[in-house]
């Protein structure tokens, strides 16, 4: 099947006036977004600079909004033109916000509160705060104070929208411990919430007589993962650990004694203590090696994806079941391309199953499905591939003259990825439109020039490009893309014109 006819925009925003959809929410939501879609991939459609700023600290967006200053300052980028939201009240750079998640509220739960109904920033501050914000306030609405025994830094979520886990710093001790060759028992701690209402599941603490020399800890859906220098990943279920491990069940706002100190849990002094101490090694659910650490779990059923274990197989990834660690048929993926950036690969966030492979000149989207006549095995298999524009042969026979007249002919070979060739940098999924975006940059004599792709999701047709008036060198939209952080010049071009 190929792609379907183009919608009319006007017949469809005809018979939904006239009520010719379903009244069901869902429906119309698709609706109004296939609508969007159309508008903002046809031809007529023109992008224009409409707002520029500048920032000496990190940037970061989510979700229409656009946070400044360490999250201090919220610029609402919805509007014609973007306007300022809030500005919360200056503060000392060690109580300034180290990391920050946006929450959206649940469908159909009931919250005690109607300011939980509301979106929130989930705010980590330098001296161990953790604040809900309002997101079109910046009013706090509630505070928790974790703890004096560490450092935490880093905020992520375990299972999204639901539970968080607040990761520490890493304890590598002081310059004098470290050449005494005093090791540290603790390595780092994990401190993991419900969210909305804001209920404490526990720290858990990992320590190296358990876990040994480990390099990185973090939670993703209920697993621990557990990650080592020697390119070692293993996995262990939270929920297992907790029951085993826990050593007294903790409420946030309760008095408790610990350890000889009483206090509040999460009010200032007193904190949260660690209430899960491991004893003993935990069950194993996984163990595999992989090249710095890559891994990654996606597909249906569940796929594994890694790079052996070896420097000379940088670029190389293996697709493997979970279940039994066999590898898929053609499940060895490897671009082929001679550049000085690796290519990436990662399961779809679309929830499709497919793989998408990015190198410096092609996009592969692969997908999984099963070995004909052996439902037991899958395979990988090509869904469509997107090329960049450039010259198919890429080698030049080049002249040189030695000094005794002779003439020799040697191939000159570009690099994959050389700057005055098309080159991939961005790629990622606009969920609600349905779109796969690509940005796609060639040098042109000192300046970079670049173009953004709108491609069909399903089928990898090329539905619109809009070019990059700004070098690629100052044009950071891709930090509006794809949520990082920098420290430069950012220019908006988010904003649509139609004519």
Request: proline share 4%.
């Amino acid at each position: 099947m190929g792609p379907a006819q183009k919608p009319n925009v006007c017949r469809q925003l005809s018979r939904r006036a006239l009520g010719f959809f379903s009244r069901d929410a869902g429906v119309v939501q698709r609706t109004n977004l296939g609508i969007l879609r159309a508008l903002v991939c046809q031809e007529s459609t023109k992008f224009k600079n409409v707002w520029t700023t500048h920032s000496k600290s990190p940037i970061a967006y989510e979700r229409g909004r656009i946070y400044f200053d360490n999250y201090r300052c919220c610029v609402s980028s919805v509007a014609s033109e973007p306007r300022k939201l809030y500005e919360m009240p200056k503060c000392s750079k060690s109580e300034k916000i180290e990391d920050a998640l946006l929450w959206e509220c649940p469908v159909g739960e009931i919250l005690p509160n109607p300011s939980d109904y509301k979106s929130s920033l989930i705010a980590l501050t330098a001296h161990n705060w953790l604040f809900r914000i309002s997101a079109t306030t910046g009013k706090v609405l509630e505070k928790i104070y974790l703890a004096s025994y560490c450092k935490f830094r880093y905020l992520s979520w375990d299972t999204p929208q639901e539970v968080i886990a607040v990761k520490s710093a890493q304890n590598k001790g002081s310059v004098l411990a470290r050449q005494a060759g005093i090791q540290q028992p603790v390595l780092l701690y994990l401190a993991v919430f419900h969210v909305l209402p804001f209920s404490l599941i526990g720290i858990l603490e990992i320590n190296k007589k358990i876990f040994g020399n480990v390099t990185d800890a973090t939670l993703s859906h209920g697993i621990l993962i557990v990650m080592y220098s020697s390119g070692l990943v293993r996995l262990y279920s939270f929920q297992a650990i907790t029951e085993q491990f826990m050593q007294q069940k903790l409420d946030l706002g309760c008095a408790c004694r610990w350890g000889g100190t009483a206090g509040t849990v999460g009010e200032a002094p007193f904190g949260i203590p660690c209430n899960i101490k491991i004893t003993d090694t935990p069950p194993l659910l996984f163990e595999v090696s992989s090249l710095e650490n890559a891994f990654q779990i996606g597909g249906h059923p569940w796929h594994y994806i890694i790079t052996p274990n070896k420097k000379k197989q940088k670029g190389v990834f293996h697709i493997c079941a979970l279940k039994d660690n066999s590898l898929a048929k053609n499940g060895i993926q490897e671009m082929e391309c001679c550049s000085l950036e690796s290519d990436w690969i990662y399961f779809h966030p679309d929830a499709s199953g497919r793989i998408i492979h990015v190198g410096p000149n092609q996009v592969k989207v692969l997908k999984l499905n099963e070995v004909e006549n052996n439902s037991a095995q899958h395979q990988i298999s090509e869904d469509f591939v997107i090329l960049a524009n450039r010259e198919k042969n890429k080698n030049e026979n080049l002249p040189t003259v030695t000094a005794s007249g002779r003439v020799v002919k040697r191939t000159f070979n570009l690099l994959d990825d050389d700057p005055e060739q098309e080159t991939f940098k961005i790629v990622d999924y606009e969920d609600e439109l349905d779109l796969l975006s690509v940005v796609a940059v060639t040098q042109i004599d000192a300046e970079g020039k670049a173009h953004l792709d709108f491609h069909c999701n399903e089928y990898g047709t090329l539905l619109k490009s809009i070019p990059l008036v700004e070098s690629w060198d100052n044009f950071l939209t891709k930090v509006i893309y794809t949520g990082n952080h920098m420290k430069e010049d950012i220019i908006l071009q988010d904003k649509m014109s139609t004519s």
